[in-house]
């Protein structure tokens, strides 16, 4: 069975601060995603990365995929307000459309 | 371009009742995922059906069913509900044919689903 552990579980930070958001498996992953949930609402894609030591850059947040392909990290600088949500990392398995999630990292930007 | 529509978006029904959800995907796409997401769990995988055929399976009971239309639309069925089931289920779709390929999900609001 394929887990994805997910650190931290909540986050409280003031705004302009930086976090780091972790995703770690001892599974290979085909691709990892990370998502953003609102409350009442689905998860919205934020990126998917695909190659082993990827990095990709969106705006303020930058993600990167292991070299192993087994672990994933957000990186948000200058946090804001509007960043609050639910952090979801999600990883497809080798075969078929199924995706992995981890538990998830609720993070409150206060100003 | 729509998005996934989930309906109904909430519901509250009775343990031992049963209950019938809805999804039409983004139009062009053939996958359709669920989950279930729970505070305790999270979010965990149903079942996926691409061309009206199940391809993949969670470790749900028999009680959760699924089936997917000709025109891609998606339902699921849960039976004999029990407190537990009480979740959102959220409804996925995507444009991947090949299960190779890498899996981008579309998610739709949800249904909010209440077992009392």
């Known amino acids: 069975t394929q887990l994805l552990e997910q650190s931290p579980q909540f986050l409280s930070i003031q705004e302009g601060e930086n976090l780091t958001v972790y995703c770690n498996s001892s599974?290979?992953?085909?691709?990892l995603q990370w998502y953003r949930q609102e409350p009442g609402e689905g998860p919205v894609l934020l990126v998917t990365?695909?190659?082993?030591?990827e990095v990709k850059k969106l705006k303020r947040l930058t993600f990167q995929f292991g070299d192993a392909r087994k672990d994933s990290s957000l990186h948000i600088t200058a946090a804001q307000p509007g960043d609050t949500g639910l952090y979801l990392c999600?990883?497809?398995?080798?075969?078929?459309?199924?995706?992995?999630f981890g538990a998830g990292t609720i993070l409150r930007v206060k100003s | 371009k729509a998005g996934v529509t989930q309906t109904p978006r909430y519901l509250i029904k009775t343990r031992g009742q049963q209950v019938t959800l809805s999804c039409s995907p983004i139009?062009?796409?053939?996958?359709v995922s669920w989950y279930q997401q729970t505070p305790g769990q999270g979010l965990q995988f149903l079942f996926e059906?691409?061309?009206?055929?199940?391809?993949n399976k969670g470790n749900f009971p028999g009680r959760f069913s699924g089936r997917q239309f000709s025109n891609s639309r998606s339902e699921m069925n849960v039976s004999t509900l029990e407190l537990g089931d009480s979740a959102l289920y959220l409804c996925?779709?995507?444009?991947?044919?090949?299960?190779?390929?890498?899996?981008?999900?579309?998610f739709g609001q949800g249904t909010r689903l209440t077992v009392v």
């Open positions: 990365v695909v190659t082993g030591g």
């Open positions: 996925a779709s995507s444009l991947v044919e090949n299960p190779l390929q890498n899996t981008e999900a579309f």
């Open positions: 599974s290979v992953f085909s691709s």
């Open positions: 999600a990883g497809a398995s080798e075969y078929g459309n199924k995706l992995v």
């Open positions: 059906y691409f061309s009206e055929t199940q391809r």
């Open positions: 139009s062009g796409h053939r996958s």
